[in-house]
């Protein structure tokens, strides 16, 4: 009998130093699990922005052309911004991941239509039209990028020059080690005046921009 409740107590002693043991490892496992993202740069003439300057709610997104969530939270972005277009502005900011080949071709395009002033309606295209180009070869991407281009009415022959300008790689390469350095590590990532938001739904990014535009937000 002794035995057995030596053994029992032995047991129990053993189950709760274990439980004792992974708590202290897990309460010192969090602040090192706990991703600490940043403040984005301050928006500057070389960003790619639309709407005014004076507006009260600055959005900036870290996308990828080639992310499929990126092209779902586009339309969610154009609606917002058509509806708040005079309190709002929008910054696309460049962040291509590596496992999508086409996402630096089709940032190269939009950044080349930019310079014709066109690099909101060339995000709009390669967005909307993701599907057909995404899974091509980049050769074929790019024929596809051109076929856009023409639709826009742009000089062809700048539009091919800007588009493979080392000025133009620089820019969008830029741009990804600056949101490497705040900590980013998916696509897309949005900023609301400087916070870091991660809506779900367009319903919850409604939400989100009229509490900063009613300057409610947290």
Known sequence: MNTKRITFWLGFVVIIGLIIWGLVVAMNKTPNST????????????????????????????GDFQCPACSTYAFYVERLFNEASSTMRVVFRHFPLSQ??????????????????KFWDMYRLLYANQSDWSEKTTTEANTIFDGYATTLKLDMTNFKADEMSSSTIAKIMAQEAEGQKIGIDHTPSFFVNGR??????????????????SGTAE
Do not use: C
Request: avoid cysteine.
């Open 35 to 62: 991703s600490k993202i940043g403040v984005p740069a301050p928006v500057t003439s070389s960003d790619n922005v639309e709407g005014s300057s004076s507006a009260r709610v600055t959005l900036i997104e870290y």
């Open 100 to 117: 999508h080949p086409n996402a630096i071709p089709a940032a190269r395009a939009a950044e080349a239509a930019g310079v014709q002033g």
């Open 196 to 213: 870091e938001v991660n809506p779900n739904t367009y319903e919850e990014f409604k939400t989100i921009i009229d509490a900063a535009l």
